[in-house]
Structures are given as C-alpha cells and as structure tokens.
C-alpha cells in the first residue's frame, strides 16, 4: 500500500510540474501560451499603498524575494508597495492579519509553500487556496542537502538509513519543528522505513552550529546555506531534494533523492503572493499578469540567483492547482508519519 501510495503522490507531482513547465521560466501573460487566465472587467487596483506583509525576518530569501518584487510593482503601478516583516507567531500573525485585512488588495501576504507545513504541523488552521485570494504561486528552483559532519561515518544516504535499522533511534535528525525540514525528514523516514530520532535544532544556522558541534547526525538545509561548508571542509552533502526529481545545478556531481530511488522526496519552496479571500478577482488577475510581466526584469532575476531560487510565473488558474497539489503531498506524507490525524482535511 506504501509503495502504491509513494507512486502516486510521484506521478502527480511529475505531472503538475510538467504541466508547470518546469524546464523553464513560464512565458508571461499574453504570450500565446494558453496560460487560462479568465476576462475580468478592468481593475482600477492599486489605488493608494500596498503592503506586503513577510512573516520572514529581513535579508532572508523570502524577503529579498519580496523586495525584488515590490521594487518592480512600485515602479510600474506608480504606488508606494511597502515590505512589512511580521515574524511573531512563527508567521501565523502576518498569515491572519493579511486574511483578515480589508479585501481591497492594500494589504497582501507574500510568504510561500510552507504555510502548508503549518497546517500540516497543526501551528496554522486557514488553508491558503480555500481562505486567502490566491494571486500567484511561483516555483521556486534551488534545493535543500542532507548534510553530515565532515568526519561522519556515513558516506551515503544508504548508510545513514542502515545505522538507523540497525540500531533504532541513534541516527539522530536535527530539524525545526513545524518546518519545512520536519516534512522533508519525514519524506525520507516515509520512504526508507528507517526510525531516524528527530530533534529540534532550529534555524539552518543554528543547525548548522550542531552539527559542527556534533549534537546530531544529519539534517536538512538550504543548499545555498550547505555549499561553502562543504567546500570550506567542514560537512558532506549525500544527497538533495527539490520540487523536481532533477540533480541541483549547483551541485551537479550530489544525487538527488529522487534519483537514489526514494520517490516521495519531492519537495520545494513555491512562494505564495495571498490576498483576502474577497479580493476583487479583476484586482487578482491585474496583479498576477504584472507578476507575470515583470519576472523577467533583470532585478528581479538578479535576486533570485543570488538566492539560488529562479522563479516561474504561473496564471492564477494553475497558481491553485499547484498549491493543492503541494498541499496533498505534504498531508500525505503528515498523515503517514503521525503529524496530522489520517481523516484529518
């Protein structure tokens, strides 16, 4: 039954990120490309200051994405887009002050696909598609490392799933809880039957301060964040995962997870421009078509390689079938590892 259930969640994630157009920057709106965007009646949105409300701390990717963003949309608009970092309540405060806001588009969320993690891990209850005007979901490129100490035994994934059978709960996984490394260490645990003992450890720089301390065997992080240690000596990479099955550019010579045969270990970083649920749908396809027109501004591009997160524009439309997909692939793998009640939504 796991096996069917791991092939299933794989061939529907392949598809949705086949449909996405994952070999390449998605064509923006009026490109010819049947985007499915509908007609609405002309929008007169923005007509004052936007916020973007970032439960994300500044200088992070999240935020240098938005700024990206907002830069552009204040030029084109000709109005103030402001970034407001709200990170209390591990970001359930700007989740609800964005919901809850005015419907008028003057104040939006811009987060992304770990909102679900949050519904996952029982932190958040407003489903992003259902309770929120979803404007846009951008794919997001980039992946994340399992990572070892430099001095660790193991070599391969195979060998850290092995200690683990071999001697239950001494393989030790440092993750944050309610985050996006819980799913993706729950994705391996899913996969390999192998009882990792996950621990809290934070952050990807405080994980990364336990791991050289040697406080745990392995953990998840951003690859972007991996990279210099490996190449400075102090960790080894034995694998990624993304939202595709493809090896990181960046890394070309790491296997990804996928590729070691582990299918459920699909997992990337979309980010979520929200708005209030009754959000003018003619103010949500203004705002996801200039997305859509302005991703390819040099800025903005600039930005999100730096971050090593090149971004596709979806129309609205797609926007809401990737995040449901997104979202059962994650309640998926909660329910399986004991995070969410299985009859749970």
Not at 45 to 65: I, M, N, R
Not at 69 to 95: E, H, R
Not at 185 to 204: S, V
Not at 215 to 230: I, R
Request: hydrophobic share 40%; proline share 5%.
């Amino acid at each position: 039954m796991k096996k069917l259930l791991a092939i299933a969640l794989s061939l529907s994630l392949a598809l949705s990120l086949a449909a996405c157009g994952e070999k390449g920057p998605a064509p923006g709106p009026g490109s010819g490309s049947g985007s499915g965007q509908q007609q609405t009646t002309e929008s007169d949105w923005p007509t004052g200051t936007v916020q973007f409300l970032l439960p994300a701390k500044a200088g992070g990717a999240t935020d240098l994405s938005g700024r990206a963003f907002a830069t552009v949309l204040q030029q084109k608009f000709g109005k103030d887009f402001v970034i407001v970092n709200q990170t209390d309540g591990s970001g359930v405060v700007a989740f609800e002050n964005a919901r809850t806001a005015k419907a008028d588009g003057s104040t939006l969320l811009y987060y992304h696909s770990g909102m679900y993690v949050s519904l996952a891990t029982g932190l958040y209850d407003k489903d992003p598609v259902e309770e929120f005007s979803m404007i846009a979901n951008l794919i997001a490129g980039g992946s994340y490392s399992v990572v070892v100490a430099a001095n660790s035994p193991y070599d391969t994934v195979e060998e850290l799933v092995d200690a683990a059978k071999a001697a239950p709960d001494t393989i030790t996984a440092g993750i944050q809880n309610g985050a996006s490394s819980h799913i993706m260490t729950g994705m391996l645990m899913y996969d390999t039957g192998a009882p990792f003992k996950m621990i809290e450890a934070g952050t990807d720089q405080e994980k990364l301060a336990a791991m050289q301390g040697g406080h745990m065997t392995f953990c998840f992080l951003n690859s972007k964040n991996a990279k210099p240690y490996t190449e400075s000596g102090d960790l080894k990479i034995l694998a990624t995962i993304a939202g595709t099955g493809d090896r990181d550019p960046q890394l070309p010579d790491i296997p990804s997870l996928y590729e070691l045969g582990y299918t459920t270990c699909l997992f990337g970083t979309d980010f979520y421009i929200l708005g209030p649920k009754d959000m003018d749908p003619a103010a949500v396809e203004k705002l996801n078509a200039a997305i859509g027109e302005l991703i390819g501004e040099q800025s903005v591009v600039d930005v999100h390689e730096t971050i090593n997160m090149p971004v596709q524009w979806l129309s609205v439309e797609d926007s809401i079938a990737r995040a449901k997909d997104t979202r059962d692939s994650i309640f998926t793998v909660a329910k399986a590892i004991g995070l969410m009640e299985q009859d749970a939504a």
